[in-house]
């Protein structure tokens, strides 16, 4: 069984930076997984911030960031603001069609 | 601008089937390199994928609830369901339908969600 592994919760100042991390019970990620992170507020349906690893969806300010550290995939808010207080998901593409999400970080912003 | 709307019961009986349909709206379903997934989140949890569809009929589900669920799609009437059987408290939860992007495998376009409340 496939387990996207992410920390359930962070604190960040705000202006601060944190980073975000996502990884795979069976091993280490790489591209191919093609990760993407969505961001959700209570409430909301998620958004789409992140796509294949490191391309940021339309809209999104250039403070996030997406990248692969070590054997993760990773998420960076650098100079966060309070409306980045929200929950993470990272999503995973497992080939034949299928997909994983982790179970979620809780960031606040404080 | 594409949209994507579920509609559905939004109270069912344990034991019994849980039946969504999202609609989409904006856009043609049968556009090639999309596929259209459902995605689920039980209250204060995270989220779940349950499964996509393909404009031409291929599916693919999460082996977890591959056994009971089934997802179609009605090209004519551009939209695509979700069923689910044999339902159980667990299965409360929000229910999403989205749009997957082929090549890059994200979801691109997400529905506003549905609440099922599952009880007798």
């Known amino acids: 069984q496939t387990v996207v592994t992410q920390e359930p919760s962070f604190s960040v100042s705000p202006g601060g930076t944190i980073t975000l991390t996502c990884g795979l019970n069976?091993?280490?990620?790489?591209?191919?997984?093609?990760p993407s992170w969505y961001q959700q507020t209570p409430g909301q349906a998620p958004r789409t911030l992140i796509y294949s690893t490191d391309t940021r969806s339309s809209g999104v300010p250039d403070r996030f960031s997406g990248s692969i550290i070590g054997n993760k995939a990773a998420l960076t808010i650098t100079g966060a603001q309070a409306d980045d207080e929200s929950d993470y998901y990272c999503?995973?593409?497992?080939?034949?069609?299928?997909?994983?999400f982790g179970g979620g970080t809780k960031v606040t912003v404080l | 601008q594409l949209h994507l709307q579920e509609s559905g019961p939004g109270l069912v009986k344990p034991s019994e089937t849980l039946s969504l349909t999202c609609t989409v709206s904006g856009g043609s379903i049968s556009r090639n390199n999309y596929y259209w997934d459902w995605i689920r989140q039980p209250p204060g949890k995270g989220l779940e994928w349950i499964g996509s569809?393909?404009?031409?009929?291929?599916?693919y589900y999460n082996p977890s609830l591959k056994s009971r669920v089934t997802i179609s799609v009605d090209t004519s009437e551009n939209q695509f369901s979700l069923k689910l059987i044999s339902v159980t408290a667990a299965d409360m939860a929000v229910y999403y339908c989205?749009?997957?992007?082929?090549?890059?495998?994200?979801?691109?376009?997400w529905g506003q969600g549905t609440l099922v409340t599952v009880s007798s």
């Open positions: 569809i393909y404009y031409s009929g291929n599916t």
């Open positions: 989205a749009r997957r992007e082929y090549s890059g495998n994200y979801f691109d376009y």
């Open positions: 069976s091993g280490s990620v790489s591209t191919s997984y093609y």
């Open positions: 999503v995973f593409y497992m080939g034949s069609g299928t997909s994983v």
